[in-house]
């Protein structure tokens, strides 16, 4: 009976999850530009491109950033790939893309460049279902999630920018992650955590980091339940072995700073991209003006981010809360989404997304009112009983869920 | 006219079908379409953007930069032709725009231009392609140029005629 049950629940997933990708699809084909019409298309062109220089050309004779020989960024493979204005991976994958449809005698156009940027998309956003099922053991959470973030990528993302891509680097790395044992990891692990993370850093995904060393912790705290502090302790001082995951970050970072600093001028690469929009080396007075100036005209303006995002980071509180023992979480939602879309505000859609999805997870865990044994602990309404708590009680309010309400059985 | 958007009928691809199928190797094109259109239309023509500075904000010359790269302005050192094998022109900025009006008219003039293609949808026309040889006048529909684009020319042998194609993007002319 119960393997019964639970192939009609990995049939109702996987039908899920198809009608999903096909309604995923058939909105990528009703939106999508059908020419090259917009700035970012013309990245695509520097990804075909690459397909035209000699990989193996490397003539420095006449010095590294020689107009006039074969290492000039015009001609020079490497130097070109690289270059992109959103990371070091920005070109790659149009290169990629263009050589398998060219292998394959499928156009290379604007139809099929944006379809694979679709599919690579969807992969990325269903990797991190997958990854959000897994965390928050709730199968509905994680359709909710892949519907949610395919309908609004799809909404968002359907042009030649990079963020398709990055969907999925940052997917695979959340997954290494998840199964990343920091007490013990295998080599293969370790290979694959500094593979996907140097990807990661290599891409626009440099500036998400603290929400990936954030999944890292949850992933971490499901198995052995240490709070940030004592997970610093156990994994990182303890086990300093695993401080090489620095490595690839920093040489990342180091290869960004090269192609700013040395492949031409600074409005080349990332970091140039960032200068261009924010100002690198701006005073950090400046940089926080800009960060309020950002979230007043959020609240004034009534961007709709804004509003979800503090509806979604209610709810999370409470759900916090509730559980108590989780209450650091509760900081970094608020400086993480500050601090990302104070850089680029379409990067912050997607850890938006996974806020989210993890407020509503746990609002719907602790309103299922499940533990660990399964067994009921709190009846439905107890969130809504705690926003009329709060209502009802003023400032009490606040010392009574912190202090006596977490575990109180409600009637 | 219908201004560009997202689902007006990809006539640049098939300007980039006509001229490919007329034009040398070596020829220039004029592109008097708007800045974005020009450095987007590296992929259609095949060639690399360059803007010129010399024609102020209309005219913007694809061309070959000559090998190896100079980083010196080609214009200034007279290596651009007066007379370009082909101008396209937009008949929307030459309706909506009497600079680029009189512009095109002095060009045409100047140059003894010939029509040689409407790039057409149905009864919309969205391009205007010119030319100071003598290829014949030619009616082109869109869709079935795009067609005959993506079986011809969508291809890494023939998509770009030199690997300068796509440095705009490289440093963000856009």
Known sequence: MIKIMRVKKAFFVLAAVAVLAALHFASVVSKMPNKFDNEPSAGAFGGIRLHYLNVLNFDFSRGVSSPEGTSHILDNFFKSAVSGTHGLLDFAHWYIYSGIYDMFGIPVNEFWMIMAQAIVMFTGVLIMSFLVYKVYDSGIIALFFLAMSSALFVHHSINFYIIPVNTFYEGLLLLVLYYYDWKGPSARARLFLLFTLLVNSASGNVIKLPLYAYFAWSAAYKRDGYGIVRSCGEYLVKRAANLIVLFPVGLAVAAHLYVYKRIGDSNLGL???????????????????????????????????????????????????????????????????????????????????????????????????????????????????????????GADSIGYIFHEGGGEPYT | MKAAGNRTPNYLKAAGYFLREHMSAGDKIASLLDEKQNILNEYYYGKNFFKSPVYG??????????????????????????????????????????????????????????????????????????????????????????????????????????????????????
């Open chain 1, 271 to 393: 970091l140039g991209w960032v200068s261009q929009k924010v100002g690198i080396g701006a005073p950090m007075v400046s940089r926080f003006s800009a960060f309020g100036n950002t979230i007043s005209s959020m609240i004034f303006n009534k961007t709709w981010q804004w509003w979800v995002f503090v509806v979604a980071a209610v709810f999370y509180a409470l759900a916090v809360i509730r559980g108590r023992r989780k209450a650091p979480l509760l900081l970094f939602p608020f400086l993480y989404y500050a601090y990302i879309i104070n850089f680029e505000p379409n990067s912050a859609l997607l850890p938006l997304l996974v806020l989210m999805s993890i407020g509503s997870a746990q609002m719907f865990v602790m309103a299922r009112g499940i533990n660990r044994q399964g067994a009921p602990e709190i009846p439905v309404y107890c969130l809504l009983h705690d926003i009329y708590r709060l209502y009802d009680r």
């Open chain 2, 57 to 174: 904000k209309y005219i913007y010359d694809m061309r070959n930069i000559t090998e190896p790269f100079s980083p010196s302005n080609p214009v200034e050192r007279g290596e651009i032709p007066g007379t370009f094998a082909f101008y396209v022109i937009s008949p929307y900025l030459y309706a909506s725009d009497g600079g680029y009006r009189a512009f095109v008219d002095n060009e045409i003039r100047a140059h003894s231009l010939k029509k040689a293609a409407d790039i057409a949808d149905g009864k919309t026309v969205y391009l205007w392609i010119y030319s100071s040889g003598k290829p014949g006048y030619e009616r082109v529909e869109v869709s079935e140029a795009n067609r005959l684009f993506d079986s011809e020319y969508a291809n890494l042998k023939n998509l770009f005629y030199n690997r300068h194609v796509g440095v705009s993007s490289t440093w963000g002319f856009y």
